[in-house]
């Protein structure tokens, strides 16, 4: 298929990577990829404002780019650096539709009628994910012995209670119970080679509990 916008026609090319402009953001998004895992999530936003701005000057001089972007063009990018702001601040308890509309130079309006055409409001896009994440954490055998309420307030839920009737509402099951069964699925995946040689925060609060006494006991030596 042809690419039809300017800028899809611009990114159809390939950039040398060797030289000028194209070294340096090459150079600076392995360093971001090699150490992104170590940043905040407020210097990762400003770590890709710099990555955006990086780009920018690295395809301002191709053949094609001083061409009008397309509306469709201009809408995708912004949706684009909303979702990447939202994924960045779902922890946040304060992010709202309000916040991500005053932060991208828009109004509410405005953000809500973009998201409308996704089939989703603002208010709903940002508890859908924090919900995904929270449901990723509870089903990490690695994470079983935090409590359920912080999950949720890693994530930006105030309120155990809300949390709870939302997850059940969204997933058909309580939090806690899904952790449960969750967890539990993954430990009978992963088989009793995997659950000795993990680590003591990878294991589940049974084999915490268990798992040293019966080694002791099993080192013993049997009664005559």
């Given at each position: ?9 611009v990114?159809?090319?390939r ?6 402009t194209?070294?340096?953001l ?6 971001l ?12 936003e400003?770590?890709g ?15 094609g780019?001083?061409?009008?972007p ?8 912004l ?7 939202i ?23 405005r953000?809500?009628l ?8 603002v208010a ?19 994470r ?18 809300v ?6 509402e ?13 967890v ?9 080679a995997?659950?000795r040689?993990?680590r ?8 915490i ?10 080192g ?5």
């Open positions: 298929m042809d690419p039809s916008g300017p800028m899809d026609r990114l159809a090319e950039i040398p990577a060797d030289r000028g194209g070294a340096i090459a150079r600076y998004l392995r360093s990829a090699v150490h992104g895992q170590e940043c905040t999530p407020a210097e990762l400003q770590l404002a710099v990555a955006h701005d990086l780009a920018a000057a690295c395809l301002a001089g191709r053949p780019a001083a061409d009008e397309s509306r469709e063009d201009r809408t995708r990018a949706m684009a650096r909303i979702d990447t702001f994924g960045h601040n779902l922890g946040d308890p304060e992010l709202s539709p309000s916040v991500v509309a005053a932060r991208h130079g828009m109004s509410l309006r953000l809500q973009l998201f409308r055409e996704r089939g989703e409001t709903a896009a940002i508890r859908r994910r924090r919900l995904e994440r929270c449901r990723e954490d509870l089903a990490d055998p690695g079983l012995t935090v409590p359920v309420h912080a999950v949720a307030l890693r994530w930006g839920f105030t309120g155990a209670s949390f709870s009737r939302l997850f059940r969204t997933y058909g099951t309580g939090p806690g119970e899904f952790r449960r069964t969750a539990a699925s993954a430990v009978a995946s992963a088989g009793p995997d659950a040689t993990a003591p925060a990878d294991r589940p609060v049974a084999w509990v268990n798992g040293p006494c019966t080694q002791r006991t099993r013993r030596a049997e009664p005559s």
